[in-house]
């Protein structure tokens, strides 16, 4: 799910102009303060792409992307929640949801530090390095917990595969 957004993201006009610079984009992080004014300095450089201008384009896509935890987080949570209880321990279930509630969290927290910081950046050409700093824990973290949940959540799906294939031969 959250691989599908990022493409349909970078499909669009904004997500190809931002794109335009060579650059590892923030949210692969981990970044500093040094990193993101380079970041950000190299898209206000950057020659539009398609009428979009990629430092726009990048603050529109943070915008877009408060809204992507709600999708891949309630996805996440629903396959966890329904794997948990075809399991028959709705106890873990709860602290997976803790744990989505975290990663959504962190996604967030990246997101708009990243705005506040572009906006600084934008207006006076600073960023706060310990601001940086928080965006790319909560990036480094948002990314451990999107992937240790996406493993979790196969590896109970093919547990209750199995269950089923098992209780039906």
Request: glycine fraction near 8%.
């Amino acid at each position: 799910m959250a691989w599908a957004g990022v493409a349909v993201i970078a499909a669009l006009p904004q997500g190809r102009a931002a794109a335009s610079v060579a650059l590892r984009p923030l949210y692969r992080g981990p970044y500093d303060r040094a990193y993101a004014k380079t970041y950000w300095r190299t898209l206000a450089a950057a020659p539009s792409v398609g009428g979009h201008a990629p430092l726009a384009s990048e603050r529109f896509l943070l915008k877009l992307d408060l809204l992507f935890p709600l999708v891949y987080g309630g996805a996440l949570a629903a396959g966890l929640w329904c794997s948990a209880q075809a399991l028959g321990r709705p106890g873990p279930g709860a602290w997976l949801m803790l744990a989505v509630l975290l990663m959504m969290v962190a996604d967030w927290t990246e997101n708009l530090v990243q705005l506040a910081e572009l906006s600084r950046f934008t207006a006076t050409g600073q960023a706060s390095a310990g601001w940086i700093a928080l965006a790319s824990a909560a990036t480094g973290l948002k990314s451990r917990l999107v992937i240790a949940l996406v493993l979790i959540n196969v590896a109970a799906g093919l547990w209750v595969f199995i269950r089923a294939v098992s209780a039906s031969t």
